[in-house]
């Protein structure tokens, strides 16, 4: 019951002529490399077409002869080979090539395919470049969505420092109530962390963020001679106009 060895002698020396029983692995392997042997042969073998190109190529290389009826009649007329055509000889000296056609399309065919491609080109070259302008411009609606966010949110800080300081200093001159509602700080304000509670707020009044940073400012400056972006008190308007840089944080930059 041991596996045969098809590479010893008992294999390679059997008589395989027709009749004689074979065992089946080895007739496998007979038909399997008969199968090869036709499959190189085939490939060996040129196309009908390749050997009308090679037939057509040396014929064209090659030069006409005097059995050439056209050739003889150049001939006779004074023409020698490889002078130029033409009573002058300004004409041709080599024949004209022959552009061979070996596909079943019409005239004209083959430039309307280049055409074709050249348009589906341009056209993709159209999209790359429309694809790249459109992700510039996001880039830069982000970076502007982006400077404003983050100038929105310094404005919201310069706001609520400047709610603390109009509290501390209307306290100190023993104001109890701001001027506006919004000049201070509700209790409760610094702590809130519920987000609609804060859209409720903003939707409260009609004043910007800017608008309400420039006008409490403006009081602290007339009223306290506060500068919120300096952090000093100074001691009247004449001292705050001489020493501080200006009413706005673009000034103090």
């Known amino acids: 019951d041991e596996e045969e060895d098809y590479m010893s002698d008992l294999f390679l020396k059997q008589d395989v002529r027709p009749g004689v029983p074979m065992v089946r692995r080895v007739k496998e392997a007979i038909q399997k490399e008969e199968k090869q042997k036709e499959a190189n042969e085939k490939n060996r073998r040129k196309s009908i077409k390749e050997e009308e190109k090679e037939r057509r190529d040396s014929v064209l290389k090659s030069a006409l002869g005097n059995e050439n009826k056209g050739f003889a009649l150049l001939q006779k007329m004074g023409y020698k080979s490889g002078q130029a055509l033409g009573k002058s000889g300004e004409?041709?000296?080599?024949?004209?090539?022959?552009?061979?056609?070996?596909?079943?399309?019409?005239?004209?065919?083959?430039?309307?395919?280049?055409?074709?491609?050249?348009?589906?080109?341009?056209?993709?070259?159209?999209?790359?470049?429309?694809?790249?302008?459109?992700?510039?411009?996001?880039?830069?609606?982000?970076?502007?969505?982006?400077?404003?966010?983050?100038?929105?949110?310094?404005?919201?800080?310069?706001?609520?420092?400047?709610?603390?300081?109009?509290?501390?200093?209307?306290?100190?001159?023993?104001?109890?109530?701001?001027?506006?509602?919004?000049?201070?700080?509700?209790?409760?304000?610094?702590?809130?962390?519920?987000?609609?509670?804060?859209?409720?707020?903003?939707?409260?009044?009609?004043?910007s963020v800017s608008e309400k940073l420039r006008i409490l400012t403006a009081y602290l400056r007339e009223e306290h001679f506060y500068c919120i972006w300096c952090g000093t008190t100074y001691e009247d308007s004449e001292d705050l106009s001489s020493n501080c840089p200006g009413d706005s944080a673009a000034d103090h930059d």
């Open 91 to 207: 004409g041709i000296v080599e024949p004209i090539p022959l552009n061979i056609k070996t596909g079943r399309s019409g005239l004209g065919h083959e430039e309307l395919k280049k055409r074709k491609a050249e348009e589906r080109l341009e056209n993709y070259r159209q999209k790359l470049h429309m694809k790249k302008q459109a992700n510039e411009q996001a880039a830069d609606q982000f970076r502007i969505r982006f400077k404003n966010k983050q100038e929105e949110r310094k404005m919201e800080g310069d706001l609520r420092k400047s709610q603390r300081a109009c509290q501390q200093l209307d306290m100190q001159k023993d104001i109890d109530v701001p001027k506006e509602t919004w000049y201070w700080l509700e209790p409760e304000e610094e702590d809130k962390k519920d987000e609609e509670e804060k859209e409720d707020e903003c939707t409260s009044s009609d004043l």
